[in-house]
């Protein structure tokens, strides 16, 4: 694929956002051997999160002549570009001796987040001028916080991505919204996506539920309470 001289590749693409997001929580003296504690897993497995869909989806959709790389090829790339990633990876250190047959039992917490975010960049699909979620169940309320001026906004840092300023966000149960929509299937790595509705059967959205979740948001992150008018 014929990629333009102004267009970050995507191996430069994907070493950047590891050099950002990922180098700085990485040890520096590390090897396959290695065995990282659950809580160094974790930080790790949501950094790496971001990188892919930074790349799979946000790079992709500047720039939709990159190549969508899935699961089994982002792995490949980011423990080439990152040796020390191999030992946060249990079905890579295994890949040329078995086949990846159950998601839960063979993937490290790592690789089953690349695995989700690969997921979620497809279906959003970096193609489309506007994803289509209908159906989606609404699992975050993102508040865009701003003082009356519209001049200055609220933001966090290291609330959802490790070095990065975010918008104040708060998880929703979903389970009451549709259960359906997600599953997976037991004994194969494919993800099953029941998401085609009929509008008529589609879930319905507690909006004064999820304003509530908002103010909640706001409370716990500025310790007031706030008026203001949510965007949904």
């Not at 570009?81 to 040329?96: S, T």
């Not at 918008?167 to 996506?193: A, C």
Request: hydrophobic share 35%; aromatic share 6%.
């Amino acid at each position: 694929m014929d990629v333009s001289s102004d267009v970050c590749p995507t191996e430069d693409a994907v070493h950047v956002f590891l050099q950002h997001l990922v180098d700085p929580f990485l040890p520096e003296k590390s090897s396959v051997r290695d065995n990282p504690s659950l809580s160094q897993h974790q930080l790790i497995a949501k950094q790496v999160h971001s990188v892919v869909l930074l790349y799979n989806y946000y790079h992709r959709k500047q720039h939709p002549e990159l190549e969508y790389l899935p699961f089994n090829e982002f792995c490949k790339l980011i423990v080439v570009l990152r040796p020390p990633l191999l030992a946060y990876m249990q079905f890579m250190q295994k890949l040329n001796e078995v086949e990846l047959i159950d998601v839960e039992k063979q993937l490290s917490l790592t690789e089953k987040v690349i695995m989700d975010a690969c997921d979620i960049s497809q279906c959003l699909d970096a193609s489309k001028t506007v994803p289509n979620v209908q159906g989606w169940p609404i699992s975050k309320v993102s508040i865009l916080l701003l003082d009356s001026k519209k001049e200055n906004c609220f933001l966090l840092f290291d609330s959802i991505t490790s070095g990065v300023w975010s918008v104040v966000e708060k998880n929703v149960d979903t389970s009451s919204q549709n259960p359906e929509v997600e599953s997976e299937t037991k004994n194969t790595n494919k993800r099953k996506r029941v998401i085609r509705k009929s509008v008529r059967d589609e879930f319905k959205v507690d909006e004064n539920g999820l304003l509530q979740v908002g103010y909640s948001a706001i409370k716990e992150a500025t310790g007031d309470d706030v008026n203001m008018t949510m965007a949904h």
